[in-house]
C-alpha cells in the first residue's frame, strides 16, 4: 500500500511553494509545484470569503502540469470548473463582499494540505506536486469525487489515469461522491453548537448511515448546523436545551 496513514500530518503554513535546496525537489519548476497563493486568487476572483478545495483545484487546472493534463484527458478543465462555481446558489450567509475580510483557509483545505504533504513524504519530498495534491484531493474525503461529479468524472477514473502515466496511487479505491438525500438546517447559538455536535457524533458517527455537519457563520456569529432527511435535527436540539435546563436546576439546588 502506498500510503498507510490515517492521518497525515497537516501542515498550518499558507504558502507551499517552499523548495528544498537538496535532491530532487532542487529539480522542481514553476509547472510541478502549487502555489497556495494561487488559490486564494481562484478565491478572490469568484468573491469567496474562503478558500477550499474547489479553489486549489482550480489552481491545479490553470497551470500546465501533470495534475491537469490528466484531467483534462478525462474533460474537467479551468474553464468549465470555473464556469460550474459560478453558477452554484450563493450561501446566505455568506456576508457581503463589503462585510468580509481576507480570505481565510477552510477546514476541508487545511486537511487536504496535510494529505497533500503525506504523499509527497511517502514519495520522498518535501513539496507537494501537482499529482500528490490530485491524489490528496480524491482521498481526503469525497469532497474531490463530488466537484467531479458535475462532469460525469468518478474518482476512480481519476486514479486509474494516473497510474497509466506512471503516478503511484493507494492500492485502495478512493471515496466516492454520495449526493445527499434530502437536507435540512437549523441555526443555534454559539453557547448550544458543541453540545449538539456531541449528540450528533453520539448518535450519528462519521461512517454511519445519516450524514450531517455545521459551520459557524454570520455576525454575531452562531452555528448552522445541516443533515439529510433522516436525522431529526429538531428532537437533537431540543434535547441539549432540556439537558441544558436541567443542569442549570441542579446547578442552582446545590449553589442553594
Known amino acids: 500500500m502506498f500510503l498507510s496513514v490515517e492521518n497525515p500530518p497537516m501542515s498550518t503554513g499558507i504558502a507551499v511553494k517552499l ?34 478545495p474547489e479553489h486549489i483545484l482550480l489552481s491545479l487546472l490553470g497551470e500546465p502540469n501533470l495534475a491537469s493534463e490528466v484531467l483534462g484527458g478525462l474533460g474537467v478543465t479551468y474553464k468549465r470548473l470555473k464556469e460550474h462555481i459560478t453558477t452554484l446558489q450563493p450561501d ?12 481565510r483557509m477552510n477546514p476541508a483545505a487545511h486537511e487536504l494540505m496535510g494529505w ?3 504523499f509527497a513524504a511517502a514519495a520522498g519530498l518535501s513539496s507537494p506536486r501537482p499529482e500528490h495534491w490530485l491524489i490528496a484531493f480524491l ?10 461529479h458535475p462532469f460525469g468524472v468518478t474518482a476512480n477514473a481519476v486514479t486509474h489515469a494516473l497510474a497509466t502515466r506512471g503516478v503511484r496511487v493507494p492500492e485502495f479505491p478512493p471515496p466516492e461522491h454520495k449526493p ?16 449538539i455536535i456531541d449528540v450528533l ?15 459557524m457563520v454570520g455576525k454575531p456569529q ?7 432527511e433522516g436525522i431529526d435535527l429538531a428532537a437533537v436540539v431540543a434535547q441539549v436545551r432540556k439537558r441544558t435546563v436541567a443542569q442549570a436546576k441542579t446547578r442552582k439546588r446545590n449553589s442553594s
Open 222 to 228: 452562531r452555528g448552522r448546523v445541516h443533515a439529510e
Open 19 to 52: 523548495l528544498s535546496k537538496r535532491g530532487r525537489d532542487c529539480a522542481m519548476s514553476r509547472r510541478e509545484i502549487v502555489n497556495m497563493k494561487d488559490a486564494f486568487a481562484q478565491a478572490r476572483q469568484l468573491d469567496h470569503e474562503w478558500v477550499g
Open 180 to 195: 445527499w438525500r434530502g437536507g435540512h438546517m437549523t441555526y443555534v447559538a454559539m453557547k448550544e453548537l458543541q453540545p
Open 201 to 215: 457524533s453520539e448518535k450519528h458517527p462519521p461512517g454511519s448511515e445519516w450524514r450531517w455537519g455545521y459551520n
Open 116 to 118: 497533500a504533504t503525506g
Open 139 to 148: 482521498y481526503a474525503s469525497d469532497r474531490g469525487a463530488m466537484w467531479l
Open 92 to 103: 446566505p450567509d455568506v456576508p457581503s463582499p463589503k462585510e468580509r475580510t481576507d480570505a
